[in-house]
């Protein structure tokens, strides 16, 4: 705005300065046509500056309004910032207690955790005592039988010798 007012100011000082020269060849007609560019530009300067000061008042008036409607939307906002407020304190009244609870159950969550890993661990090293235990339950089974059979194959020949010494003794006698 200050800009457009000192280039216009520096086109009126350049127009006396050519109807100055002008003024040199016929000083009636020249200073004439010097006071009607003159007028003219005090005109044009004079309309330039109307619609700057009515523009002017035009932003205020924009900016006035924004900042009545901006004071109401945060009076607006307080309101259902409360309102909110109320609604949360009706919707639940026992809220401590559920959060509570939950609070609780995520504890004992955070202490289950590691109990479980160590259920698991224990399981499997119990699946292995348990094979464990079984292969050597097998094993002996094994040995008893095979034990079994020795012993009865032992009782077998010495029975078999008890006999033929039995019947050496016999024919001897």
Do not use: W
């Amino acid at each position: 705005m200050q800009n457009e007012m000192q280039e216009r100011e520096q086109q009126l000082q350049l127009m006396r300065i050519k109807n100055t020269s002008h003024s040199n060849r016929g000083s009636s007609a020249a200073d004439q046509e010097e006071r009607e560019d003159e007028d003219s530009a005090r005109s044009a300067l004079s309309v330039f500056r109307a619609k700057e000061e009515q523009i002017e008042r035009k932003k205020m008036e924009v900016k006035e309004k924004f900042f009545a409607q901006l004071g109401r939307v945060e009076e607006e906002s307080k309101r259902l910032s409360i309102v909110k407020q109320e609604l949360e304190g009706m919707a639940d009244p026992t809220r401590k207690e559920i959060e509570a609870i939950r609070k609780r159950i995520d504890s004992v969550n955070r202490q289950l955790k590691p109990l479980g890993q160590g259920c698991i661990k224990k399981e499997k090293e119990y699946k292995e005592a348990l094979e464990a235990f079984n292969e050597k339950t097998k094993e002996k089974a094994l040995l008893v039988n095979r034990l079994m059979e020795l012993v009865a194959e032992s009782e077998r020949l010495r029975m078999k010798k008890l006999e033929e010494l039995s019947k050496t003794i016999d024919s001897l006698g």
